[in-house]
DNA sequence: TTATCTTTGACTAATATTGACTATTATTAT
DNA sequence: ATAATAATAGTCAATATTAGTCAAAGATAA
């Protein structure tokens, strides 16, 4: 029912590959023809649906025999990747971002789907409710930050 | 005969639909053309007619592909209780009153410690980190309210 | 009459798609 | 070795495609 835009699909593709790999490797142009859309296309599609918020690294080389390597990661597993996390949020995080990350902490199993729910709607962006944007993604990111810390020590 | 103004025919147009499936997933432009109405009378609709309150959940995405997502959850028993812990929070509580919800709410097994403990993390008066009191307590209480709303239905 | 509900549309916001231009790396020719 | 060329991927801004907000105007009910 839903899926309706390339990207998704694309999205859905390269997720269905990484459930059974470790780590996709891609030919941008290979991938954009066979979706038929333009090569820029999946740069877009990695920069929105598989960031480090996401629990994806990314790595890729141009030139002859070029690729692009996507990676699944584990947030917990490695304390390293919580810093990195931590420290991408910042003062400030989107909706869209926090999403990921709390989508991350439920794949990871740190969190429970309940849990999870509970964090999106206190960092929703009608129940913050301010007009003002910075304010709201400095709340969320504060908001966001404190979880992990705690979930940091309750571990 | 009752008012059958076009915003009741919309209502009872997505709620047959509602009758046999789960959930509904519109393009609002669609629905709107299908009426003639214009597209933000289907917000309209939504807004008046498919709240929380009486138990529909809406989600949705712009952009390409864009959607509208209307799904039908079931209340929970205690979900008068809720109503009433919602009506006292107002728009305005303290870390001290919200710790007494909280616990109480835990006392009742509506919440779990684990989750009574992230609720406690996402309002604390550092986690907030406003200067201004009245936004903080404001916060904080849009933040359990809506809480409070999410767990009024069953996911 | 007055208060509330409905309808409308202009303006805003979010997300997706495209393509021109740039940057990097590998390969080939000199 | 070095330079030229080919083969990649990256960036960014313009455009397209949706949905959301808000307030004014119109309709209906109390």
């Given at each position: 029912?839903?899926?309706?835009?390339?990207?998704?699909?694309?999205?859905?593709?390269?997720?269905?590959?990484?459930?059974?790999?470790?780590?996709?490797?891609i030919?941008?142009?290979?991938?954009?023809?066979?979706?038929?859309?333009?090569?820029?296309?999946?740069?877009?599609?990695?920069?929105?649906?598989?960031?480090?918020?996401?629990?994806y690294?990314?790595?890729?080389?141009?030139?002859?025999?070029?690729?692009?390597?996507?990676?699944?990661?584990?947030?917990?597993?490695?304390?390293?990747?919580?810093?990195?996390?931590?420290?991408?949020?910042?003062?400030?995080?989107?909706?869209r971002?926090?999403?990921?990350?709390?989508?991350?902490?439920?794949?990871?199993?740190?969190l429970?789907?309940?849990?999870?729910?509970?964090?999106?709607?206190a960092?929703?962006?009608?129940?913050?409710?301010?007009?003002?944007?910075?304010?709201?993604?400095?709340?969320?990111?504060?908001?966001?930050?404190?979880?992990?810390?705690?979930?940091?020590?309750?571990?």
């Amino acid at each position: 029912m839903q899926s309706q835009n390339i990207s998704d699909i694309i999205e859905k593709y390269l997720k269905s590959i990484l459930a059974d790999a470790e780590q996709v490797e891609i030919r941008r142009s290979e991938i954009a023809d066979l979706f038929n859309v333009v090569p820029s296309q999946i740069n877009y599609v990695i920069k929105t649906r598989f960031t480090i918020q996401n629990g994806y690294l990314v790595e890729s080389k141009r030139g002859g025999g070029g690729y692009i390597r996507i990676e699944k990661v584990n947030l917990v597993d490695d304390a390293d990747v919580l810093d990195t996390l931590i420290q991408v949020i910042g003062d400030s995080i989107t909706q869209r971002d926090a999403y990921a990350v709390v989508q991350s902490l439920y794949e990871d199993e740190v969190l429970s789907q309940r849990e999870a729910q509970l964090i999106l709607v206190a960092t929703d962006r009608n129940t913050l409710g301010v007009d003002d944007h910075d304010l709201e993604n400095s709340l969320r990111a504060r908001i966001i930050i404190g979880i992990l810390n705690h979930l940091r020590y309750e571990s």
